[in-house]
Nanobody, 127 residues
């Protein structure tokens, strides 16, 4: 199975930025939508953002809309999550996930729609 590897996490202060990357180890064998999810200590995993295989459809949770931007470079097999104006409540482990075989214009928001998950990268926002 294709491995997904996240990177770019770290410790930052409120108001700062980070860019997360999700790289696939090899070409996916079908269309792939990609999502970012996060899980804070003691909380359930939650949807953050997703992007369709073609990159033309993007979804964001209300809590990150206007601050985070998802994008993809299919030639490089990478999906980015640009996170600006970070807040303490953004502290979590961030996971990328791949959903295979769907419409090229759909960006799923439910974790159950994703088939393959990375190991996660820690983001900590603290002063």
């Amino acid at each position: 199975q294709v491995r997904l590897e996240e990177s770019g996490g770290g410790l930052v202060q409120p108001g700062e930025s980070l860019r997360l990357s999700c790289v696939a180890s090899e070409e996916h064998r079908s269309t792939v939508a990609t999502g970012w999810f996060r899980q804070a200590p003691g909380k359930a995993r939650e949807f953050v953002a997703s992007i369709s295989p073609r990159g033309d459809k993007k979804n964001y949770s209300d809590s990150v809309k206007g601050r985070f931007t998802i994008s993809r470079d299919n030639r490089r097999r990478v999906v980015y999550l640009q996170m600006n104006n970070l807040k303490s409540e953004d502290t979590a482990v961030y996971y990328c996930a791949a959903a295979y075989g769907g419409s090229v214009h759909v960006a799923p928001k439910e974790g159950s729609e994703y088939d393959n998950w990375g190991q996660g990268t820690q983001v900590a926002v603290s002063s």
